[in-house]
Nanobody, 118 residues
Framework: QVQLVESGGGLVQAGGSLNLSCAASTTMYTFDTVAWYRQAPGKQLELVAQATSGGSTDYADSVKGRFTISTDDTKNTVLLQMVSLKPEDTAVYYC????????????WGPGTRVTVSS
């Protein structure tokens, strides 16, 4: 019902910054919980950051103080600001969202690759 598309990935040097964006295909529904996950080569999927409509946020210990999750509700977009990037942040980053109006429904984006060179 709702598609998510991530953008903003790429290649960056260690210490650099990237801003990821995740756009929903419609503004008809309201974000409830949104999140960014990542999967590094040979590793399991990892929750990076999560935000709820109630205003709470949560971050993996490895990214606290460096990553910030936010939403632009007028555009139904989820953002992830990443600074002080490290080679270990290299992964495919996936956006997740569920919606107030759509009980038991959630959706994922196809992913965007982030590569941090040392």
């Amino acid at each position: 019902q709702v598609q998510l598309v991530e953008s903003g990935g790429g290649l960056v040097q260690a210490g650099g910054s990237l801003n990821l964006s995740c756009a929903a295909s419609t503004t008809m529904y309201t974000f409830d919980t949104v999140a960014w996950y990542r999967q590094a080569p040979g590793k399991q999927l990892e929750l990076v950051a999560q935000a709820t409509s109630g205003g709470s946020t949560d971050y993996a210990d490895s990214v606290k103080g460096r990553f910030t999750i936010s939403t632009d509700d007028t555009k139904n977009t989820v953002l992830l600001q990443m600074v002080s990037l490290k080679p270990e942040d290299t992964a495919v980053y996936y956006c997740y969202a569920d919606f107030w109006e759509l009980s038991s429904y959630n959706t994922w984006g196809p992913g965007t690759r982030v590569t941090v060179s040392s």
